[in-house]
């Protein structure tokens, strides 16, 4: 049954949904706890959690073109629950340490990120840095930290050995470590020296995202110089055009939220 169908029967409060969900998605709910859990009865609890919560959630929530991501999200959420209300001798089978114990190298805080960084500052970094990153690092990245994945499942998905998926995650968290906000700020009234191009680029020779602004004078050439030094690039105020005030307030506005 399509996903929209399954939806419509949430909607009418018809029991037959959670039959057809699970039908559809169990295999794949149950893949995603057991990852987590390493352990087959706290893995099927989470999952028929699951389907009472999708029941409890839908209205209002109306997931037609995302289900299964829906799904997978409250079922990732209660075996991470589950695991962290288990003994820890209990819970030593499971990946979450290990996992967990490898994202800390690339936070500030050291074994107590939540002393250093709140949970929402720290969702925001690693969606924006990896937002930034190529789509196959991601998607290694995703099935990894995400959904629990082991080496060899990854590497069985793409079709890549596991030593090179093994190298992908160690740059990435490398590269997560070392992510952090660059602020160059030139006088937008005189034009850039070799010196002012040379620290820019050394600057932002590792950044994923440039800002591009300037006010009074417009330097197109300048501007132009940066398009393809990042993944993203983003332009505001005078950096291209001369123009208003108001306009160059609300372009960076948008921008921010962009960023």
Request: aromatic letters at 8%; charged letters at 30%.
């Amino acid at each position: 049954m399509e996903d929209e169908q399954i939806v419509t029967l949430y909607w009418n409060r018809d029991e037959t949904a959670i039959q057809e969900t699970q039908t559809k998605y169990d295999r794949y709910l149950t893949k995603i706890a057991c990852n987590i859990l390493a352990d087959m009865e706290d893995s099927r609890e989470s999952v028929n959690d699951t389907y009472l919560a999708a029941w409890n959630s839908i209205p209002p929530h109306e997931p037609r073109s995302y289900l299964f991501a829906f799904l997978a999200r409250i079922t990732r959420h209660l075996s991470l629950d589950r695991c962290r209300s288990r003994d820890r001798e209990k819970r030593g089978g499971g990946r979450v340490d290990a996992l967990t114990e490898e994202l800390l190298q690339c936070l500030p805080g050291g074994e107590r990120p939540e002393e250093a960084l709140d949970l929402q500052a720290l969702g925001e970094r690693i969606s924006a840095f990896l937002q930034a990153q190529p789509e196959e690092k991601r998607n290694l990245f995703l099935r990894r930290y995400w959904y629990c994945d082991t080496i060899s499942d990854i590497a069985r998905r793409y079709g890549l050995s596991e030593s090179k998926v093994k190298s992908s995650l160690s740059r990435s968290r490398q590269a997560l470590a070392e992510a952090d906000l660059v602020l160059a700020v030139c006088d937008g009234t005189q034009p850039l020296t070799e010196e002012d191009h040379d620290l820019l680029r050394e600057a932002l020779a590792q950044a994923d995202t440039i800002l591009l602004a300037a006010g009074m004078k417009a330097d197109r050439e300048t501007a132009e110089s940066f398009y393809n030094t990042a993944a993203r690039v983003f332009e505001t105020g005078d950096c291209i055009k001369a123009g208003r005030v108001v306009d160059a307030v609300t372009g960076g506005y948008y921008r921010a939220l962009d960023i």
